[in-house]
């Protein structure tokens, strides 16, 4: 049996520092950019780590891309998440939820909006495993609506997540396309998808 040293640990706990900046910046430029833009090049630049350190790390730039999209799920359940668990299921719950994902996208916790509306439909149509990735982020979101919904009494949750869905990411696509900060399209996708909410 084999113990850490005080060197490796040391190594070990810089190695995770720097998996958690480097793919924390990747989640950042994917929303702006898509994941297809992230390169090893770009993220040493901008986090001022080494390529040859970032990939020690990952590996490979498809490594990368998924720590991205594993990162901007932390993200997101502590920001959109974590603050609606108080709340009972079904109709508060979801009403907590729409409030929390409209303070997600004011405080420009990413550059480009909602992560989950800019990644999914650029790897729609694609296999791997930074699709696998996105598209079990993708489901993620939509199980939570369906259950929050079934909660609250709606007769047909799927249909009625996907409304919601199909709300909040045409709202965020049209606030990132005309940049004016009055978050128009936010505000209206959050009352029509309120108005999917039985009670």
Request: aromatic share 6%; hydrophobic share 40%.
């Amino acid at each position: 049996m084999t113990t850490d040293t005080p060197t490796t640990d040391g190594r070990r706990a810089r190695g995770d520092v720097t998996r958690r900046r480097v793919a924390r910046e990747a989640s950042m430029i994917a929303t702006v950019s898509g994941l297809d833009s992230i390169t090893v090049g770009s993220l040493s630049e901008r986090t001022g780590v080494s390529k040859s350190g970032i990939l020690t790390v990952f590996g490979s730039r498809e490594a990368i891309q998924v720590a991205a999209v594993a990162e901007a799920r932390r993200i997101y359940q502590e920001q959109v998440l974590a603050p609606i668990w108080s709340e009972p299921a079904g109709g508060p719950r979801l009403r907590a939820l729409l409030r929390s994902w409209v303070a997600y996208l004011k405080a420009g916790v990413f550059p480009g909006g909602c992560f989950i509306a800019a990644t999914s439909v650029e790897y729609g149509h694609r296999s791997g495993p930074v699709a696998d990735a996105v598209r079990r982020l993708k489901r993620e979101w939509l199980d939570l609506l369906e259950s929050e919904l079934a909660a609250a009494g709606s007769a047909n949750p799927v249909d009625d997540a996907f409304r919601i869905d199909a709300y909040l990411s045409a709202g965020n696509t049209q606030d990132q396309l005309t940049r004016d900060d009055t978050w128009s399209g936010t505000e209206r996708a959050t009352r029509l998808a309120l108005d999917v909410i039985p009670g």
